[in-house]
């Protein structure tokens, strides 16, 4: 009985391990390339083999060596985190909803952080994003538990339909919030502005320190949670009846994705659609085993921001283009052409 109720497991995880380890060496792979031009191109390009001296036998003296170590290493491990971060929180909202097309933004994430940094540009007079990096953490944190909390009442829990619904009612009422600040407090929108497009630049590695356990804490939940993900795929009941404990791997995914995603909002701002586009390409790929869709969704995360960076580095210069517009742009017709492509995936 049991071989024959965990049939549909097998059969979700179509897609062979050569596959997986095919689509595993190609992500990383691209991911280390992103890592190399993010450290050597911009409006000032370096050379691969000055940036490796640089590492080696930092000059203080030499100007490509400084804009290597302190400019650039601090923004490739920033966008490397937070696209780990984004594409990991993604995978999971989206097996916690069974809803392919689910992004952490869902829990509230980008709307309470937006409220409590406009707090704190308006109340303490904080100006640059590495002095409210709190903030934007405790405000996302806060919306998604409020989203759990209101989310979870009822006689059947935290079901994906509350938790979407749930999440769209209060990101409409905290965007309500941030417009009102916005239009009787101007001196803030300079600040806001900024911050709100999803930026890799102004921040340094003490920022880093600040999130670094949090990020590490919601990646390990993560892949603890990765084949209760798969077992709430089969729907509640099922998962139920194989004596898995739903509600555990739903609070667990919850906490997971408020820790990454909130890490990652307060790092780098709201970067939308990353979350969304990695796990749903994927899928696609690689089929919808949730401890694959991390381990490739991890590398591809960190390789698609780095490489919007750059892109965003050269493309309209002196000036620079943020990595969140160039995801934004990006994305958003990634999307419609996989949604377009009516390609059918199974969580």
């Known amino acids: 009985m049991t071989e024959v109720l965990r049939a549909p497991v097998a059969v979700r995880r179509a ?5 997986f380890a095919t689509v595993l060496v190609i992500v990383t792979g691209v991911a280390v390339v992103a890592v190399v031009l993010s450290l050597g191109v911009g409006a000032r390009p370096i050379a691969p083999g000055t940036v490796v001296e640089a590492f080696l036998r930092f000059d203080p003296s030499d100007n490509d060596h400084v804009v290597v170590m302190t400019q650039r290493v601090p923004r490739t491990i920033i966008g490397a985190l937070v696209g780990i971060a984004l594409a990991i929180a993604g995978t999971v909202m989206q097996g916690l909803t069974r809803n392919p097309f689910a992004d952490p933004g869902l829990l509230g994430v980008n709307a309470g952080a937006s409220v409590a940094v406009l707090g ?7 100006t ?18 409020l989203v759990a909390l209101i989310g979870s009442r009822g006689p059947d829990g935290a079901n994906p339909a509350k938790l979407a619904l749930t999440g769209a009612a209060v990101t409409a009422g ?14 803030a929108l300079d600040v806001y502005r900024y911050w709100s497009v999803g930026a890799l630049t102004g921040r340094d590695l003490e920022t880093v320190a600040l999130v670094l356990v949090p990020l590490l804490l919601g990646v390990v939940l993560s892949v603890a949670i990765a084949p ?17 404990s739903v509600a555990r791997t739903r609070g667990l995914g919850i906490t997971a994705t408020v820790l990454l995603s909130g890490g990652a909002t307060a790092l780098a701002g709201p970067i939308v659609f990353l979350g969304l586009v990695v796990p749903h390409t994927l899928r696609a790929l690689i089929g919808g085993s949730y401890g694959r869709l991390i381990a490739a969704g991890a590398p591809l995360g960190a390789a698609i921001l780095l490489l919007a960076d750059v892109a965003g580095r050269v493309i309209a210069p002196p000036g620079e283009v943020q990595a969140g517009v160039v995801v934004a742009f990006i994305g958003a017709p990634v999307l419609i052409v996989l949604v377009l492509r009516g390609r059918r995936v199974a969580l």
């Open 174 to 187: 905290l965007t309500a919030v941030t417009f009102l600040i916005l239009t009787t407090q101007s001196a």
């Open 228 to 244: 209760g993900l798969n077992l709430v795929a089969l729907g509640d009941d099922t998962a139920t009846g194989l004596g898995h």
């Open 120 to 126: 704190a540009i308006v109340l303490l007079g904080l």
């Open 15 to 19: 897609p062979g391990s050569a596959r």
């Open 128 to 145: 640059r994003p590495t002095g409210f990096v709190w903030f934007a953490f405790a405000g996302a944190a806060l919306a998604s538990i």
